[in-house]
């Protein structure tokens, strides 16, 4: 060998001052480098291991989700989730740490996370899916109670039973588990409720697990794992439409079919197996994929916009309730919304398609706004001549009414929304004409014979 070693030494000396001197350049020229400050600890401390340990053995497939999440590899444990203060209202023992100075809680709210994620958190509560999400269906204010009424009585055991009971609070005092059924399996897995807790702190009455919006005894809000299932917390399947698929999907707000049908969902399906998922946050863009998912329009960085948690961000309109307005208020902020979205647009498409698109989404809602104008009309001159049903899910005008706005009226804005022409037309505008038409019918009925019909004209599954 003639290489010598002396010569290897020089090289690296060589390697070493030309290291050196590019510190010194990056410094001067990044005056913030070497501001921010990464501590990487390793290893589990005794504690954390005994819980891994041992429920390595009973819960075998936690622990798989656990393993192959990237927390788990940066020393994020069991311990840092589920170990509480002894004080804590959620405080309970499993039996691994039964008679130790030891707490844990299966519950774990958005609070445990913002101790390591403080932004993400703080963009989280300030969306609709804190505490907007909950009190859709558990505010005694929101409609003076009116869908907890449905939720208890209409829809649980409570109606067949022919019971009644004090409609005006969260959960009704001595409602039985067949009277939550229909809430406990429906609504509050998508939306959250309170948990309520038994004696020795654990949930009671089936109020947890719950939806995004849980309210946590601690006074916390928000179950992160409805878009980051646990145990494996993976950016990369928040990513994909699946991710929000579970809750908006359905007769009354088919997002997920929406996009499958758009272009971009065709282009997901058909080449969404070859995209990148996993590239760090607001360095995922046009490249890793071809066409956006949910969270690229509604949430990732693109271009000049950063990665948000508010999912209101980008919204211009509000379009799951009655009248379509302008979004302002907790509802976020319209204006700035639709200028954002455009910016996401803009990524992928030129201006004139983008106007085209955001001018049919507003044409779109001016019609639907139009429709819901004209029934509300109808129903204040019912109601100012007496005939209007007092029990609005047996009057066949309200029932319709309902349909109009929550099912054929959504589909009709979010399919323009989101450039779905079959949602926008065949279950949206076109079943809104219809169901108009039956409304003026029912309406003309009774101004002409002065009365209400005596049987509900509308099939309780219609119009689907
Ligand atoms: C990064 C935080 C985090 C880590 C680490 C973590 N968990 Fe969880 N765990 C959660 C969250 C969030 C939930 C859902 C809680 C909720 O909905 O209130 C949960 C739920 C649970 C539940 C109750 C749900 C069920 O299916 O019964 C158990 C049991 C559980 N975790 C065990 C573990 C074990 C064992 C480990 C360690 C291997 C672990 N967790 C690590 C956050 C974590
Ligand atoms: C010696 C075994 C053992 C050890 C150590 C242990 N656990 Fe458990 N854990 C269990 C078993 C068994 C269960 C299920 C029965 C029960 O809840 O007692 C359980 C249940 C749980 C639950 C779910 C409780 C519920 O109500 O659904 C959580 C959360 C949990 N353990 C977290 C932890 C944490 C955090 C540690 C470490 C501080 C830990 N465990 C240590 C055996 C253990
Ligand atoms: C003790 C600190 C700590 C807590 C508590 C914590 N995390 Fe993390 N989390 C981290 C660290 C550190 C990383 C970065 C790991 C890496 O990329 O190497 C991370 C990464 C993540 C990621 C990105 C994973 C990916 O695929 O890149 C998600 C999502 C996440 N955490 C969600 C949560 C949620 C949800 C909770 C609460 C249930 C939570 N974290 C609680 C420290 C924490
Ligand atoms: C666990 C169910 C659930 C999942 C999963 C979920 N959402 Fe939601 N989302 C809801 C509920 C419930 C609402 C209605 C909130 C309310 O009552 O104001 C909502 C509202 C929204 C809104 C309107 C927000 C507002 O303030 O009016 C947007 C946009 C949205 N979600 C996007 C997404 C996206 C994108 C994903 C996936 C990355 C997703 N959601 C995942 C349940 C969910
Ligand atoms: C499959 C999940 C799911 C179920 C089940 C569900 N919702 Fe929703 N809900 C949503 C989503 C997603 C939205 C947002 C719709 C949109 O943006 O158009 C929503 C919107 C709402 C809204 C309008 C938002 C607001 O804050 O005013 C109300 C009210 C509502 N839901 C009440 C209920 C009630 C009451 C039930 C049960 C009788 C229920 N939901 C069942 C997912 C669900
Ligand atoms: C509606 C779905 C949804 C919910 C709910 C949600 N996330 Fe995320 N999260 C995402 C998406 C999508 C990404 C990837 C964003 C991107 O492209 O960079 C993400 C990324 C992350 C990351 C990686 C770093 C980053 O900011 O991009 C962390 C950490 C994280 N989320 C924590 C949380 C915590 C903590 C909560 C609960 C407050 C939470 N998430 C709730 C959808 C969600
Ligand atoms: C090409 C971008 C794009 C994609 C992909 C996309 N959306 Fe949207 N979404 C929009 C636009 C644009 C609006 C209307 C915004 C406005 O009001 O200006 C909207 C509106 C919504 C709303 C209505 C909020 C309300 O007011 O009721 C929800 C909910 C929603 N999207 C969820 C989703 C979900 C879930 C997915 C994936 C299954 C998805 N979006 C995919 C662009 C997108
Ligand atoms: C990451 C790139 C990307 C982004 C961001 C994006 N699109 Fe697209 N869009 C595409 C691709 C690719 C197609 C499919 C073209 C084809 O297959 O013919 C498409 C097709 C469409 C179509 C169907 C009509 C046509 O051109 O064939 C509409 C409508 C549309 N996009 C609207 C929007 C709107 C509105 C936004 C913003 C809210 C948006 N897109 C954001 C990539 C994108």
Redesign the pocket.
Known sequence: MKFSFSKIGIICLALLIASVSAIAVAQTQYPNLGQKELVIKRGFTKEALSCIECHAKKMPGVMEGWKSSRMSHAGVSCYDCHVVAKNSPMASQCEGVKGSNTYISPMVSSKTCSRCHPQEVEQFLKSGHAKLASAAVMDPKKGGGKLIKLQFHYEGAAFMDKKSYKWNEGTPKGATGMDRAPRSSGCQMCHGTTVELGPDNKPINETWPGGVGTRYPDGSIGTCTVCHERHTFSKADARKPEACGACHLGPDHPNIEIFME???G??FLTAGDEWEFDSPPDAWE?GD????TCA??HMSG?GELATTHNVQERLKWDLMHTKSVVRSGDRGDGVKGEQN?KK??A???GPS??KS?RDTLDYSVALYNKYWDGAAKMKADLKAKGLLGKDPWKDGFQELMYYLWHHTGRRARQGAAM?APDYAHWHGFFQMFQVYQDMEAIYNYRIKNKKIEDLSTVMSSAPY
């Open positions: 758009s272009k971009h065709q282009q046009p994929y071809t066409a956006p690229v329009c693109i979205m996401v647009c990524n992928c498409h398609h983008i698109q450039n």
